[in-house]
């Protein structure tokens, strides 16, 4: 080999030696993350929608944060669709749409915490994948999860040595709640307890008042210490379930909402 050719060659050899040696950049790679309320539609602007966090499980560095923003979703698509990953969500459907920066096989774990405008009600989730470097995770819906529960938000007021009681009750998305809709108020039972410490000391069915999703009924309030007042609903389908808690005072007095 002539000497010219030959310190090309070398040159070319360093040069690839060189690449392999130094660390791969970043690669960009698109994330959509939707929340979809149990037996119900996806959680969005209606409820505050849901915190998410994407971070590396390993490392635990955050790849990225946000919340799910748009509309709960086509209420027909949702709630019709079956078989295997059927396609439930529009363009307009709420998510959380991200790119991540990563250089390698990156196992993610994704946090859920929703729904925001109902803080007394919002429960938090955890699930994991693993993400290649350049391949989206935005196929079919893209990367959905379930939040489990009801969001309750109590009012209690005091008259005459009764805890006057009333919740509102709906699916994390805010969906209604109504006689003969599709989420059945005869599906639901709601009841009020009052709890000093961990002793019940009076518990009483509410009954289904007002659409959408309104329970109400009455407490007594025996004598003694601060106590507080849970409400707790459960679909009897479903299984899905929450709780709202208001702190009633020993001299509980005039109205008193869930924060």
Known sequence: MKPGYRDLWRSAAFGLALAAA??????????????????????????????VVLRDAESQAV???????????DTGLIMQATGRSPRRATPDTAGFSAVLEIDRPTLVRLEVQGPLDRP??????????????????????GWVVELPGLAVTP??????????VSAQVEPLCGCPIAPGGLWPAADYR??????????????????FTTAPGGFSGQVPLPPGPPATLMIFARNLVTGASGLGRIAVPAAAAGARSAP
Request: no cysteine; glycine share 16%; aromatic share 4%.
């Open 190 to 207: 709601v009841s009020a307890s009052l709890w000093a410490g961990n002793r019940r000391l009076a518990e009483v069915p509410l009954a």
């Open 155 to 164: 009012t209690v007021s005091l008259t005459g040595g009764m805890l006057a």
């Open 22 to 51: 130094l660390p791969a950049g970043a690669t960009p790679t698109p994330v959509l993350v939707r929340v979809i309320s149990q037996d119900a539609k996806f959680i969005g602007d209606h409820t505050g929608g849901a915190a």
């Open 120 to 141: 007394g009600s919002a429960v938090r989730i955890t699930a994991e994948r693993w993400i290649m470097p350049g391949e989206p995770v935005t196929a079919g819906d």
């Open 63 to 73: 790849l990225a944060e946000g919340r799910t923003r748009g509309g709960t979703g």
